[in-house]
């Protein structure tokens, strides 16, 4: 939902529009803010790399910044091996470099995704995200070459072994395995729903992938840098990925994006295969060291799991008293509050979209997701102070609470 706010300025987790009414920040930016508006440590650096150079072009004349926070990521990502690093701007534009180093590395073309997923609006972005509407509606044919399987979601009926059994049933019908080059999951969906991908079928994955030479690929865009109380959501699980991709919070609001792999698969494009003419900006490069350093300083990834919990057990408290809540769910602070007809059990889309729209007439700022519209999810700064976090709690549930009653 767009809203009919106008923003003038920002503050940590809170926004101010034109006409001076001020908003609680439950959004960020849509997963982008975990470190806050304005944050004074990302604008500082920022500021001196414009005293500098603003723009070369890395695959003109490189810039030693460009290098340390490959390096740094490269650290840093979860996997004990050689790794590289590519910087680009937008997550869509990781997702299609990571495609282009899958089909590099292993000379097949197919790509595998999951229902619900969302990796982006460039057409490959398009034809791995598994959500029609309102993504790939009226767009026409997509990139071939790609098939879903449905993603586990107890609220959708869909169990692990649903998936692992129509990724073998996928084999067998459309496509053979020593085609496909990769395949790519979010660890929790952003845009279909906040689940929470299972660590069963994460093992069972990596075990089909080695089995049949297959990458996979952890698309950590939404999840990284310290949501869900890690660094990397890949860290809570008992697997190494091939290929990450990232953006999102990786430069506080300034658009950058990284993959990062295993050497010998990352050195399998050709010199020029790989980059773009504002790929890894020098501003952006600056304000991603930036919040490296906050999320390390300020012990992000501990305000992550705290945050989380507090928001959780508010929720659940909710949910004992309101039958249209379905579910909570989290890892870490990506929180969702899933709802449904107490009666039907048919998704509650409409109540959605009415809490969201009392929310902002309250001065709470929500989003919603997943395939059936019927979930609110929570991406608020990480940086949020426990009084603007507490009132944004507190708006919140009267937000539910008198919508629910009314409905």
């Known amino acids: 939902m767009q809203t009919d706010r106008f923003v003038q300025r920002a503050e940590n987790a809170e926004i101010w529009d034109v006409e001076g009414r001020r908003l609680v920040d439950f959004a960020g930016g849509i997963a982008v803010l975990a470190t806050g508006h304005r944050h004074p440590k990302i604008i500082d650096a920022v500021k001196q790399q414009l005293d500098l150079f603003h723009h070369t072009c890395f695959q003109v004349t490189p810039y030693e910044n460009y290098v340390t926070l490959c390096e740094r990521l490269n650290a840093l990502t979860p996997g004990a091996f050689d790794k590289r690093t590519a910087l680009f701007t937008t997550g869509a534009e990781a997702v299609e470099n990571a495609v282009k180093v899958a089909r590099a590395a292993t000379g097949r073309s197919a790509m595998i995704a999951f229902s619900g997923a969302f990796h982006g609006r460039t057409m490959m972005g398009m034809a791995l995200t598994g959500k029609v509407k309102p993504y790939k509606a009226g767009f026409g044919p997509v990139p071939g070459e790609v098939w879903h399987v449905p993603y586990p979601a107890p609220t959708l009926g869909v169990t692990v072994e649903d998936s692992i059994k129509a990724l073998e ?221 507490q009132e944004g709690l507190a708006l919140l549930e009267e937000s539910v609470h008198e919508t629910c009653r009314a409905a």
């Open 169 to 389: 049933h996928l084999f067998k019908a459309d496509v053979d395995p020593q085609r496909v080059a990769g395949i790519i999951i979010e660890l929790v969906q952003g845009e279909g729903g906040f689940y929470v991908a299972p660590k069963e079928l994460l093992v069972r994955l990596r075990k089909i992938c080695d089995e049949h030479g297959i990458l996979l690929i952890i698309d950590e865009v939404q999840t990284g840098f310290a949501r869900t109380g890690r660094l990397f959501a890949l860290e809570h699980y008992p697997v190494e990925a091939d290929l990450m991709t990232m953006a999102k919070s990786l430069a506080g609001g300034f658009p950058l994006s990284a993959l990062t792999g295993r050497a010998a698969l990352m050195n399998a494009a050709a010199p020029g295969g790989l980059g773009g003419t504002y790929a890894g900006s020098p501003l952006a490069v600056a304000a991603a060291l930036a919040v490296i350093d906050v999320i390390q300083e300020e012990q992000l990834v501990e305000r992550a799991q705290a945050l989380g919990e507090t928001m959780v057990a508010r929720l659940k408290r909710m949910q004992k008293t309101i039958p249209q809540i379905q579910e909570v769910r989290s890892l870490g602070a990506m929180v969702a509050l899933e709802f449904a007809d107490p009666e039907t059990g048919e998704p509650a889309a409409d109540l959605v979209k009415q809490i969201q729209q009392r929310a902002l007439e309250k001065g709470l700022l929500l989003l919603t997701c997943g395939v059936n519209g019927n979930v609110i999810r929570f991406l608020f700064p990480l940086t949020v102070t426990d009084t603007v976090f």
